[in-house]
């Protein structure tokens, strides 16, 4: 059973599209991290959002963490070519070591 | 960017030999961890470090093992690989706990296990 569920799995839009990627759980995180990773390259954080109801934007980038602190979501707004790459999400717990979810792969087409 | 490598970045070997994967920084942090990342399946950890010689298992432990005599290297140990260990593996640091720092990611080595 996975422990974060990511939806959806793929994703394949037009540039200037907007979309929602969400990072779902049964469980309580004491924070929630967004990474993303290109081909043949190692996973970036791009965001840690702890607090329940917290949101964060980075340019057109909106991530957003549950009032229960069990879910997150990252927005994109106007997507562009080069926000290609696997979105993926981690839940951090008292042992402090992530979870990862399965990721979410998207591709923005010019 | 961080100071992580990873070596080799590729290794292609047989069912049965050994392997070691190496993991060096240069960013003098506390916490290292491998993963291992397959489609489907997203990354999972195999073995991380809290501290020179102090290491403990992850999720997918079983067929790894792992040491860290020093700061900088993490080695990762195939005792006798096996096909289902054909994956993507990537090295990460962190200066403390990572819910409340930064983990860096290393470039990841491609172990194919014929």
């Known amino acids: 059973t996975q422990l974060l569920e990511q939806s959806p799995q793929f994703l394949s839009i037009q540039e200037g599209e907007n979309l929602t990627v969400y990072c779902n759980s049964s469980?309580?995180?004491?924070?929630l991290q967004w990474y993303r990773q290109e081909p043949g390259e190692g996973p970036v954080l791009l965001v840690t959002?702890?607090?329940?109801?917290e949101v964060k934007k980075l340019k057109r980038l909106t991530f957003q963490f549950g009032d229960a602190r069990k879910d997150s979501s990252l927005h994109i707004t106007a997507a562009q070519p080069g926000d290609t790459g696997l979105y993926l999400c981690?839940?951090?717990?008292?042992?402090?070591?992530?979870?990862f979810g399965r990721g979410t792969s998207l591709i923005v087409h010019p | 960017d961080a100071g992580i490598t990873q070596s080799p970045r590729h290794k292609v070997t047989e069912t049965g030999t050994p392997v070691t994967l190496r993991c060096h920084q240069t960013e003098n942090h506390r916490y290292m961890y491998w993963y291992r990342q397959d489609p489907g399946h997203g990354l999972r950890l195999i073995h991380y470090?809290?501290?020179?010689?102090?290491?403990d298992k992850g999720e997918v432990s079983d067929g790894y093992s792992v040491s860290r005599s020093k700061t900088e290297d993490f080695l990762l140990t195939l005792e006798s690989a096996t096909s289902s260990q054909t994956s993507v593996y990537f090295c990460?640091?962190?200066?403390?706990?990572?819910?409340?720092?930064?983990?860096?990611f290393g470039p990841g080595t491609r172990l194919t296990v014929l």
């Open positions: 470090s809290y501290g020179v010689k102090d290491t």
């Open positions: 990460a640091i962190s200066g403390t706990v990572v819910g409340a720092d930064t983990q860096y």
């Open positions: 959002v702890v607090t329940g109801g």
């Open positions: 981690a839940g951090v717990r008292g042992s402090y070591i992530p979870t």
């Open positions: 469980s309580v995180f004491s924070s």
